[in-house]
């Protein structure tokens, strides 16, 4: 091979990587978009069952539920094949990861670390949920009230910070990647994000709450 080939075949490379960055990068914008949505209407039991069960009417009457329940499915999957290229899956890969994270006492490191074991735990418990929740159509405030009532409560609690971690730490992986998080900005930005992550735990915490304490008819 002469050295003509191999500059030829670096660029490509790379374009190809940055290609796959950006589809992963996309595709967990919008499971972003989507665990944001899913919250805000899963919450509206807060304010009313009534109103809970009439917007689970309304996408099931539209088939959002039925059609748009497998394609979020298969974006988590693609998502975290497309993220899984750089996990550490190998035991000396782990080891290595651990130890050089360790001795640089770096907070993003750290942070990728908590994106790679949040990504493992969602991957099977957000599965598991989407497969109880979509073979037992039609969504209702009782159902998932019963649900709750008897013995997911520790699932939900367990899922609920674990998603929204990701969510918060994926966004300031973004943000950096992408260059609108600067080191002039990066304070208030992750200031914001703590604000919004624990936001978003209340409300689900909130939810969760009513849930519990809805009289089962
Ligand atoms: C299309 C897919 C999905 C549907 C139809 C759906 C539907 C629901 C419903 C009806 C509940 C109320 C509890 C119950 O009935 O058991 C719920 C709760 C919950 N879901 Fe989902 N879900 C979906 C995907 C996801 C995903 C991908 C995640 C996380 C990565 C997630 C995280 C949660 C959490 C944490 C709760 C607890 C309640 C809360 O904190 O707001 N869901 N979901």
Do not use: C
């Not at 039925?66 to 998502?79: D, S, W």
């Not at 899922?159 to 900005?185: C, D, Q, S, W």
């Not at 914001?192 to 936001?199: F, K, P």
Request: net charge positive.
């Amino acid at each position: 091979m002469n050295s003509s080939t191999v500059t030829l075949h670096v660029p490509q490379r790379s374009k190809v990587a940055g290609k796959l960055d950006f589809l992963q990068m996309l595709s967990g914008v919008l499971l972003i978009l989507f665990l944001w949505a899913h919250l805000l209407l899963v919450s509206s039991v807060i304010l009313s069952p009534r109103l809970m069960n009439a917007i689970a009417w309304f996408f099931e009457a539209t088939y959002m539920a039925q059609v748009g329940g497998p394609i979020i499915f298969a974006l988590m999957l693609f998502h975290f094949i497309l993220a899984g290229r750089k996990m550490p899956f190998q035991t000396n890969e782990q080891r290595a990861f651990i130890k050089h994270a360790g001795m640089l006492r770096h907070k993003d490191t750290w942070l990728w670390l908590a994106q790679v074991v949040t990504a493992l735990v969602i991957l099977v418990m957000a599965s598991i949920h989407m497969y109880v929740i979509l073979t037992d159509l039609p969504i209702t405030a009782q159902k998932s009230a019963a649900r709750i009532q008897h013995g997911w409560l520790t699932f939900y609690l367990l899922l609920l910070p674990m998603a929204e971690i990701h969510v918060g730490v994926g966004f300031y992986r973004i943000g950096v990647k992408y260059g609108f998080i600067t080191r002039e900005n990066r304070r208030w930005f992750q200031r914001a994000e703590n604000v919004m992550m624990i936001g978003f735990i209340a409300v689900g915490l909130l939810t969760l709450t009513r849930f519990m304490f809805l009289d089962l008819i």
